[in-house]
């Protein structure tokens, strides 16, 4: 026997609006020296369907800000496990933008997006540390590391690690790229175990790139010619952190499956950082030809972005939880399997974890 740290419940919470690619039919679209792009919009929207894979993707309510969205999805997760919130030791969150309102795009994170939840939740116990991670896209991975950390050192017994963000409160409605962003929120009770079967948390890969790649995600003013350059939204260099990506993810995927000690066949699902649907193919086939495998195996990379977009550091708590609940058609988890998770973003941070069921 010995102690792992395994994964006892599992909670989401999706936005109820969706937004059709249809629905930006109407904005006016303009590149970073704000020239209103020649295309029509009707071009925009195909093309970016095409290279996004993005079909709809979902927004909070009005009413509803980041932590709200992960109250309910941690809410979900302890009751998945069937745990008391007064148990739990750690809780972790992963955001960037704290909460957002709807009439006011200034980052609200006093007190913490972690310390509301834990107030939300109606915890009491003083013990339980609740404190946020900011990482990009990877922070719900770099909290599950964390929270394998903890448990294994013996610092805690159980963790609450959730991801969640309102990108829609954060966007440009000029610039084309506001398309990929979502919301959504998803979270996951890691718990200490005695097992004899090697599984849980196996191993993982963790990497921070600054020196060039700091600022390819960033805050910048708004491509519109009459917007408030004061008001700043979420931008990026696409081509960069396309390339970025497809020459490091592969390689941490592969570093965190080398140190688990299980094989790429043995290899049952892959759950990647929704990030744009393009890009993911291109990680994917890249990882599995630094096995010399040329043909991405069937059935192995459930993609929710088509539906629910770019929601960052919920996108992969939130298709874990639909796999593993088996609300994701074609895609099933049964015990034994072994699965890698895998994300990247600004930063720019990488990270991967192997996990056995």
Same mark, same amino acid.
């Given at each position: ?16 609006? @969706?937004? =059709?690619? $249809? ?13 209103? &792009? ?10 970016? &369907?095409? +290279?996004?894979?993005?079909? $709809? ?11 709200? *969205? ?12 069937? +745990? ?30 972690? @310390?509301?939840?834990? #107030?939300? /939740? ?9 404190? =946020? ?6 922070? !719900? ?11 294994? $050192? ?5 963790? /609450? ?25 998803? @979270?996951?009770?890691? $718990? ?8 849980? +948390? ?27 350059? /004061? ?16 020459? #490091? ?57 088509? %539906? ?11 298709? !874990? =939880?639909?796999?593993? %609940? ?13 699965? /890698? ?6 930063? *720019?941070? +990488? ?7």
């Amino acid at each position: 026997m010995h102690i792992t740290s395994k994964i006892s419940g599992t909670g989401s919470y999706i936005p109820t609006i @969706a937004k =059709d690619n $249809s629905d930006f039919l109407s904005n006016t679209f303009y590149d970073d020296k704000k020239t209103q &792009l020649p295309q029509g919009n009707d071009e925009i929207i195909q093309k970016f &369907l095409e +290279i996004t894979g993005i079909e $709809s993707r979902r927004y909070a309510k009005e009413e509803m800000c980041n932590s709200d *969205m992960g109250t309910i999805a941690a809410q979900r997760a302890l009751e998945d496990a069937g +745990i008391d919130a007064e148990s739990i030791d750690q809780i972790i969150v992963a955001h960037n933008f704290g909460d957002v309102s709807i009439n006011n795009q200034q980052s609200n994170i006093l007190p913490s997006i972690s @310390a509301r939840i834990k #107030h939300n /939740l109606k915890i009491k116990n003083p013990s339980c540390v609740a404190y =946020d991670i900011i990482f990009g896209c990877p922070g !719900w991975i770099q909290g599950i590391i964390q929270a394998d950390a903890y448990i294994k $050192s013996g610092i805690a017994k159980n963790c /609450l690690i959730i991801g969640t963000e309102t990108l829609s409160r954060v966007n440009d409605p000029h610039d084309r790229d506001s398309m990929i962003y979502s919301d959504g929120a998803g @979270a996951c009770v890691v $718990s200490k175990k005695e097992t004899n079967d090697n599984s849980g +948390i196996l191993a993982y890969a963790s990497e921070s790139y600054t020196f060039d790649e700091a600022y390819y995600l960033r805050y910048g003013a708004s491509y519109g010619p009459d917007a408030d350059n /004061l008001l700043l939204n979420i931008k990026m260099d696409g081509r960069k952190i396309y390339e970025f990506a497809l020459n #490091h993810v592969p390689q941490a995927m592969k570093a965190a499956l080398e140190e688990s000690g299980r094989t790429v066949d043995e290899v049952k699902k892959i759950l990647i950082h929704q990030a744009n649907e393009k890009m993911d193919d291109a990680i994917i086939k890249r990882f599995f030809k630094l096995y010399g495998i040329r043909k991405v195996p069937e059935n192995m990379v459930p993609m929710s972005i088509d %539906k629910l977009g770019n929601s960052s550091v919920a996108t992969i708590p939130t298709l !874990w =939880d639909l796999v593993r %609940k088996e609300h994701f058609k074609g895609h099933t988890i049964e015990q034994g399997d072994v699965l /890698l998770f895998a994300s990247v973003g600004s930063g *720019m941070n +990488i990270n991967a974890f192997v996990y056995k069921v």
